[in-house]
């Protein structure tokens, strides 16, 4: 089972752009589903973008379709996010599971990092 370890969180300004990341250790990343969620405070964790190293599907929610996109080398899992919004912030999760497709089922990941924070303020 891999490890993770999520970097590139900060504050921004509405309308700019950020790139995370989610180094993995312990092994690649190779036949996973791997994946991003967010927390805000007081709401419940969302998954935002995935995809499967094994077949190459990728998904979006609705939420931030056109903005962020999630890519990775087999190593380190990115999370682009462009156009961002105040409501964009929370605390940034990577997550991975070995094998099957999952999607954004936040119970079907074994595997966490231990999030980081992205603010989105004027």
């Known amino acids: 089972q891999v490890q993770l370890a999520e970097s590139g969180g900060g504050t921004v300004q509405p309308g700019d752009s950020l790139r995370l990341s989610c180094a993995a250790s312990?092994?690649?990343?190779?036949?996973?589903?791997v994946a991003w969620f967010r927390q805000a405070p007081g709401k419940e964790r969302e998954g935002v973008s995935c995809?499967?190293?094994?077949?190459?599907r990728t998904f979006n929610a609705d939420s931030v379709k056109g903005g962020f996109t999630t890519s990775t080398d087999y190593k380190t899992v990115y999370l682009q996010m462009n156009s961002l919004r105040p409501e964009d912030t929370g605390v940034y999760y990577c997550?991975?599971?070995?094998?099957?497709?999952?999607?954004?089922?936040?119970?079907?990941?074994?595997?966490w990092g231990e999030g980081t924070q992205v603010t989105v303020s004027s």
């Open positions: 312990g092994g690649t990343l190779d036949y996973h589903a």
């Open positions: 997550a991975s599971e070995p094998g099957r497709w999952v999607g954004l089922d936040v119970g079907g990941f074994s595997s």
């Open positions: 995809l499967s190293t094994t077949d190459g």
